[in-house]
């Protein structure tokens, strides 16, 4: 399988598959928009017998007077990021435990070949920006035919890659179970289609997700297709989601936002006594890593502004109303963290990795990289890594602390961790993280490709309830029994409860944790 490039200049790089990170800046080759060659172009008037042209795209033989193996023109690709059936039918939904599940999946991940990668062997590619996986699954892959370089079965991994080359990997997907808490319609009409999404749902397919996410569930269940994000929520986060059904729509909303419009609330369940009268939080906020997903204040972060009012306190934790004026990563929590009341089941901002006050007042006392390594063996000794979608294959041992610069790159392994799902994040708006909304479903594979159900070496087995479960020889993951969260643990009490625009304002009822009444001890 391809594994998560060692390092990225763009935080929204790596957004596929559990061990499988492609870039999307790739996908466009190095000129341009790619455009289907004409009739005299090359390629195409002069395009050799299919037979040879095979032994050309394999790179057994040269084309003659060129003394270089042949690559193809780019072919012409759709524009959409929408999704279609072919998408849907990648596979089928069940529910077991109170959670909805997605069965393992043969998809292939694809991508022209990145500028940087030009000259360069696969082997070295491998070696270099996708270490998560020794080179042996490589060989493994390419021996069973998963890799292709323009289409051909690619064995030798010593080939140097040119321009254009288009490469393919075929891998088993695992999806991590969410919620089987159905999501409700609140609102559709001829404009938008407003959800209240339950907890653990990403927004759009990201990480290791693709049909346990809301874009696929409307999609697929609810015949809601071709919709266009205006907003997105913490994976973790539940409440009022808002799509747009046309571009221009969209676009009309966005600049609400843009012209800061747009009034967002929210409603959450947080530690201790919170007092009474208004809470104001202006710290800035820096995110520590976009790969693990993870922020904290500092006077070099971002400025933002949260405005807190308490509704009620039970003797043990508070219900508190959070006005965001600015959509910073992870806001919320954060301030909430630093204010010394940190939502009560919050996966990051409410451990003990942040130290005896839990990073109240910015106190933490740990470099970034000590602050990863502690959150990440805490999760690992609760055995709970799947609430942060971070895999044990995708963990390296965190070594050293010298720090990443810039561009992300290290000089020593201290953060070789996958994009989480908080990564697909979050309340920030198109403004601010519009290319990875792309980025992520496009890289969702928007040009559909058929390909065989049992990829070379695969094998089926079946189940108790007569359903043909595929094993892959090639997939670790097979290899693997990993306990299922409870449904409990895929909550979080943080809640979108109303945005109000300038013609429109949508709310969700007040979720059950947040009432007055409400008996934690029967959670």
């Known amino acids: 399988m391809w594994a998560r490039p060692a390092a990225a200049a763009e935080p929204w790089l790596l957004l596929a598959g559990p061990r499988v990170r492609w870039s999307l800046a790739a996908l466009a080759p190095v000129g341009g928009r790619m455009e289907e060659p004409g009739p005299g172009s090359s390629g195409t008037g002069d395009a050799p017998p299919a037979a040879k042209r095979r032994r050309l795209l394999a790179g057994e033989e040269k084309r003659p007077g060129h003394g270089e193996r042949y690559v193809p023109p780019p072919r012409k690709r759709n524009p959409g990021v929408s999704f279609s059936e072919p998408h849907f039918a990648e596979t089928r939904y069940y529910f077991e435990g109170g959670l909805r599940k997605v069965r393992p999946y043969h998809f292939d991940f694809q991508t022209y070949c990145k500028g940087r990668w030009v000259g360069k062997s696969l082997l070295h590619v491998f070696s270099t920006e996708f270490r998560a996986q020794p080179l042996d699954s490589y060989r493994a892959a390419a021996s069973a035919g998963r890799l292709r370089l323009n289409e051909q079965p690619v064995r030798d991994l010593s080939i140097v890659l040119k321009n254009n080359d288009f490469l393919r990997n075929t891998v088993h997907r695992h999806e991590p179970p969410v919620t089987a808490q159905p999501i409700q319609i609140l609102v559709e009409n001829d404009e938008v289609v407003v959800v209240d999404k339950p907890s653990s749902l990403p927004v759009h397919p990201c990480g290791r997700f693709r049909h346990n996410t809301v874009i696929f569930i409307l999609g697929k269940e609810h015949n809601l297709k071709e919709l266009h994000t205006i907003h997105r929520l913490d994976r973790m986060t539940s409440g009022v989601l808002m799509f747009a059904k046309t571009a221009e729509v969209s676009k009309r909303i966005d600049e609400q936002v843009r012209q800061r419009q747009l009034e967002k609330e929210y409603v959450c369940r947080v530690l201790g006594e919170f007092p009474e009268n208004e809470v104001t939080c202006e710290e800035p906020i820096l995110v520590v890593s976009y790969k693990v997903g993870v922020c904290r204040v500092d006077p070099k972060g971002k400025s933002?502004?949260?405005?807190?009012?308490?509704?009620?306190?039970?003797?043990?934790?508070?219900?508190?109303?959070?006005?965001?004026?600015?959509?910073?990563?992870?806001?919320?929590?954060?301030?909430?963290?630093?204010?010394?009341?940190?939502?009560?089941?919050?996966?990051?901002?409410?451990?003990?990795?942040?130290?005896?006050?839990?990073?109240?007042?910015?106190?933490?006392?740990?470099?970034?990289?000590?602050?990863?390594?502690?959150?990440?063996?805490?999760?690992?000794?609760?055995?709970?890594?799947?609430?942060?979608?971070?895999?044990?294959?995708?963990?390296?041992?965190?070594?050293?602390?010298?720090?990443?610069?810039?561009?992300?790159?290290?000089?020593?392994?201290?953060?070789?961790?996958?994009?989480?799902?908080?990564?697909?994040?979050?309340?920030?708006?198109?403004?601010?993280?519009?290319?990875?909304?792309?980025?992520?479903?496009?890289?969702?594979?928007?040009?559909?490709?058929?390909?065989?159900?049992?990829?070379?070496?695969?094998?089926?087995?079946?189940?108790?309830?007569?359903?043909?479960?595929?094993?892959?020889?090639?997939?670790?993951?097979?290899?693997?029994?990993?306990?299922?969260?409870?449904?409990?643990?895929?909550?979080?009490?943080?809640?979108?409860?109303?945005?109000?625009?300038?013609?429109?304002?949508?709310?969700?009822?007040?979720?059950?944790?947040?009432?007055?009444?409400?008996?934690?001890?029967?959670?």
């Open 304 to 523: 933002c502004k949260t405005v807190f009012q308490r509704l009620s306190y039970n003797g043990k934790t508070s219900v508190v109303k959070c006005f965001p004026y600015t959509g910073r990563t992870h806001q919320i929590r954060v301030h909430l963290q630093f204010l010394g009341y940190p939502i009560v089941n919050d996966p990051i901002y409410n451990m003990e990795a942040w130290g005896p006050t839990k990073g109240k007042g910015g106190e933490i006392n740990k470099t970034d990289e000590e602050l990863l390594r502690a959150l990440v063996e805490e999760h690992r000794s609760k055995q709970s890594l799947s609430i942060l979608d971070v895999s044990e294959e995708d963990l390296k041992p965190i070594v050293g602390s010298e720090e990443c610069d810039h561009s992300g790159y290290c000089t020593k392994p201290v953060e070789i961790m996958p994009i989480s799902a908080d990564s697909c994040r979050t309340e920030n708006f198109k403004d601010q993280k519009e290319a990875e909304i792309q980025a992520c479903l496009q890289n969702s594979d928007t040009r559909p490709e058929t390909h065989e159900a049992n990829p070379e070496g695969a094998s089926s087995s079946e189940n108790q309830d007569g359903h043909t479960e595929e094993k892959d020889p090639l997939c670790e993951e097979c290899k693997l029994v990993r306990q299922d969260p409870s449904p409990r643990e895929l909550v979080m009490y943080l809640h979108a409860l109303r945005y109000k625009g300038a013609e429109f304002e949508y709310s969700s009822k007040m979720p059950d944790w947040a009432l007055e009444d409400w008996d934690e001890t029967q959670e």
